[in-house]
């Protein structure tokens, strides 16, 4: 295998993993009725040389059975209680929560430091939070975006973003240096305790499948 379709199949599998911690939209339903998703796991992890759990399979398709929507609705509900809550998400997907605790301060959406750093280094990768949204950038949906990102870039499967920087002015150097220092100073920090704590507490097989292949692409 290339270094480039490595790189690819590190985007398709950021890609994958992002769509599936987004709030549940009905094209994530479908896939994973029909089986599509668990396939598209499957491939991704088998080319990259991922260590799925023995349970993986039956996960990913234990919610196969379903009509897409019954299913998004039980995925909706579900993601609500886990990563929305009221008044709290019983598991923040947020990494300025998780490093706020760690640093044994309140955490605070936006203001935070670890979130705010993490806007910089979008920004200076020549992304920023899409027009209409006040969403966190610090969402574990939106660095797995970032990744992907990075990852397309260095496989030269897509172009800079619009107005953004060329490979070579990316933090590090490279698509490749700026990836691997957003993994190492933001995403392995926090996501896998984040991925842990969701198959603790999930109720849905989807998101143990989901989460085992988090886990998985991290280690």
């Known amino acids: ?9 590190r985007a398709a599998a950021c890609e994958l993993l992002a769509f599936s911690f987004r709030y ?11 089986g599509e998703w668990a396939e598209a796991a499957e491939e991704v992890a088998a080319a990259l040389g991922l260590d799925l759990p023995g349970s993986f399979a039956a996960d990913a398709r234990a919610n196969a059975v379903e009509a897409p929507d019954v299913l998004l609705r039980a995925l909706r509900a579900e993601a609500t209680r886990l990563f929305v809550g009221s008044p709290d998400p019983t598991v923040s997907p947020y990494e300025g929560v ?11 959406l936006f203001v935070n430091p670890h979130s705010m750093a993490v806007e910089r280094f979008c920004k200076s990768c ?16 939106t660095e797995l975006e970032l990744l992907q990102y990075l990852a397309m870039l ?6 800079p973003a619009e107005g953004g920087p060329a490979p070579e002015d990316l933090p590090g150097g ?8 957003f993994m190492a100073e933001h995403v392995l920090t926090w ?27 991290l280690a």
């Open 174 to 181: 490279s698509a490749a240096a700026a990836y691997e220092r």
């Open 191 to 217: 996501m896998p305790r984040f991925a842990d704590s969701v198959v603790e507490r999930s109720r849905i097989p989807f998101y143990l499948a989901a989460t085992a292949l988090l886990k998985a692409y």
């Open 1 to 9: 295998m290339t270094n480039r379709e490595t790189w690819a199949l």
């Open 98 to 108: 998780w490093r706020a605790a760690d640093d044994g301060v309140q955490a605070l």
């Open 154 to 159: 260095e496989a030269r499967i897509a172009q």
């Open 24 to 34: 549940p939209t009905l094209e994530l339903a479908q896939a994973v009725v029909s």
């Open 126 to 141: 020549g992304l920023g939070r899409p027009e209409g949204t006040n969403e966190p950038l610090d969402h574990a949906a």
